[in-house]
């Protein structure tokens, strides 16, 4: 197996295994019963992902990296209709098309999970509801005009997407179409703007410790980095030459293994944040054990002192298994006690008659309840 094919298929795995992560998160937090929509995109998501590698493996391995681009005039003439090289630049081009279409329609249903997130990010901030309405708008009518341009660029006939001789032009070259190149760019860089645009303001005037915002704007700007490869990709494709079509596919699953991991990170975070507090509560209470010789009371007492420590209510958490954010009045009395959230007066976030509960101390019938609400925000 070569270089590229070990990393296009290690990558594959990982992004499987990171898929595999956030459904263990969302069930253990919530369970499948509530599972919401972006929970089943997701899993979508990883089947479309795991059709592009294929497609991107088969450019090579099968194709030898031949389309019907990088031909002179005299070799499109002279290349015999029934010769293996004809046939491998033909079916290298239905390729190249099956793998455009599935690079945008991977990228774009991450794009709609990331915003289904943000509605439910946002609930309770009614000034935000516009946004992730208007968020759906725009990954729709982008997704249109992308696979519009993928599919329907080219003119008709169709078969022209793969015609040899004489020459489609560039537009109808879809390794390299610089026609295909310049909307998925464009419009996969305006809406990731656009979707960062959603919850950085908030994070941004949220009152909460420095550290925990940096943190925020971290996890929340990924885009940035899936933007950084789509122009990466798009100009490497370019500059590529005879080799356009290898680098297309490669670069593709490069980009979308990116953006897999940047569409997960927010939940998965809260799992490894409770994981490690956990294993953090377990070594600290036996080494108390151990340095007291009695450890029952010392431990009680570290028990005691977590279950009265009151946090500062924020309508944005980084560990949300923890803290939770419920629209209105919970008033059941939990093992971890209550803290009243206070909205934002400075006209940064207004959360109004928000409660916030140690989420983790509840148990699964109380998660339920909160949930039932609807008005919970469960990162």
Known sequence: MDPFSKEAFTLLGIGIAIVALRTYARWSLVGFRNFMLDDYLM??????????T???????AIFQGLANNSMTDEERRTLPLDSERYHLRVGGSKLQLMGWSSYTLLLWLLKLCMNVFYTRLTIGLHHMKSRTRIGFIVIGVSYVIVITAILAGCGTPFRKNWQINPNPGNHCQPAIS????????????????????IPL???WKAQIPRKK????LIMFSGGIFVIMAGILRCVLILTAGPNGAQRAGSWAVRETFVAVVIGNIPMIQPLFVSTIKSLSSSIASATLSNSNGNGTPLKELVTSRRRHHHRTANPLTLSSSEEYIVQGRFNRESDAG???SQGDKGGGILVA??????????HTEDRREVEGKGGGVVV
């Open 213 to 216: 915002k940096s943190l925020l």
């Open 178 to 197: 610089k026609y295909d190149l310049f909307f998925t760019v464009v419009l996969n860089v305006v809406t990731d703007i656009y979707l960062m645009s």
């Open 353 to 362: 008659n928000e409660t916030l509960v140690d989420y983790a101390s509840l």
């Open 201 to 203: 303001p908030m994070i």
């Open 338 to 340: 209550r803290s009243e």
């Open 54 to 60: 294929g497609a991107a493996y088969s450019v090579g």
């Open 43 to 52: 899993l979508l998501a990883v089947v479309v992902y795991g059709l592009e």
